[in-house]
């Protein structure tokens, strides 16, 4: 049974984002080496996406389907799975990454005011090599394969991108349709947080889903792409054997190195588009 917690309200008073830091200013990540971990995460369910994030941090929106918001201390933006609609608020982003295996995962029209567009395949069977840093952000990837439209398979279609900053190591896992390979797992390095697509068919079975996330071993798992609730409902009973499972009803959560949670831990969070009047 999924159990909840109460959701810490964050009380801040600015809605300006400090001024992007310098690549040289960005915390190094470990995503190779073992994370120390510490107890408590601070949860936000009405902080203002124009609010700075507080130091040493980094804040996850979940915006809706596979795109999410991650925020840093030094103000750089990122949208996952971009596909040219984040809501109502008038918003650019700084960095998006697209994923082409449904068009509810990238467009072919991003605002040209969006510095940094990087999508997660190439020529077909090519894949594609992102390695882009802007200010306190890194932004690479891990090209994995998808099906292709005629039910065969394109090699290197998909990405999973990957987002330092603050130290932390996040993981999207995109339009995964295969367990990584072992020399993709080891590409990928120790994730803190993975945002999973857990709908159990359009990506994976959701068998082959939680035994990837389990051996990702990441300390937060926030489950995407789940379409109803009965499929949110079966993931999180077959994760619980492993891993806390918390649903506050919250749609973002601000993470740093210092509240990584002891025990891995599934956070539900709800999708909520940005809005003018935050």
């Known amino acids: 049974m999924i159990r909840t917690i109460a959701f810490l309200l964050a009380a801040l008073t600015t809605t300006a984002f400090a001024l992007p830091a310098t690549a040289q200013d960005r915390k190094p990540s470990h995503c190779i080496a073992l994370a120390q971990t510490a107890p408590g995460l601070e949860y936000i369910q009405t902080a203002s996406f124009r609010a700075p994030v507080p130091e040493f941090s980094v804040r996850l929106r979940y915006l809706t389907h596979a795109a999410f918001l991650i925020q840093t201390t030094g103000g750089v933006s990122a949208v996952t799975d971009f596909n040219g609609f984040v809501g109502s608020a008038n918003f650019l982003p700084d960095v998006v990454t697209m994923n082409?295996?449904?068009?509810?995962?990238?467009t072919a029209?991003?605002?040209?005011?969006i510095a940094h567009v990087l999508k997660g395949w190439g020529p077909f069977g090519e894949g594609v090599d992102h390695h882009v840093s802007v200010g306190d952000m890194l932004v690479r990837n891990v090209s994995t394969d998808i099906r292709s439209a005629m039910s065969g398979v394109e090699p290197n279609g998909?990405?999973?991108f990957v987002f330092e900053a603050a130290g932390l190591c996040i993981g999207h896992l995109g339009h995964l349709h295969h367990a990584p390979t072992d020399d993709q797992y080891a590409a990928l390095g120790r994730m803190d947080v993975v945002m999973a697509p857990?709908?159990?068919?359009y990506t994976m079975d959701l068998e082959t889903m939680i035994s990837v996330l389990k051996r990702l071993e990441a300390r937060i798992v926030i489950p995407m792409h789940w379409f109803t609730q009965d499929n949110?409902?079966?993931f999180a009973a077959?994760?619980?054997?492993?891993f806390d499972v918390v649903d506050g009803g919250a749609h973002e959560i601000t993470v740093s190195l210092r509240n990584l949670p002891d025990d891995p831990t599934v956070i539900i969070l709800r999708p909520a588009f940005l809005r003018n009047d935050e």
């Open 238 to 242: 077959g994760m619980e054997d492993v």
């Open 100 to 106: 082409h295996a449904h068009s509810t995962h990238w």
């Open 198 to 201: 857990v709908d159990g068919g």
């Open 232 to 234: 949110l409902v079966r």
């Open 109 to 113: 029209n991003p605002d040209p005011g």
């Open 158 to 160: 998909n990405s999973i």
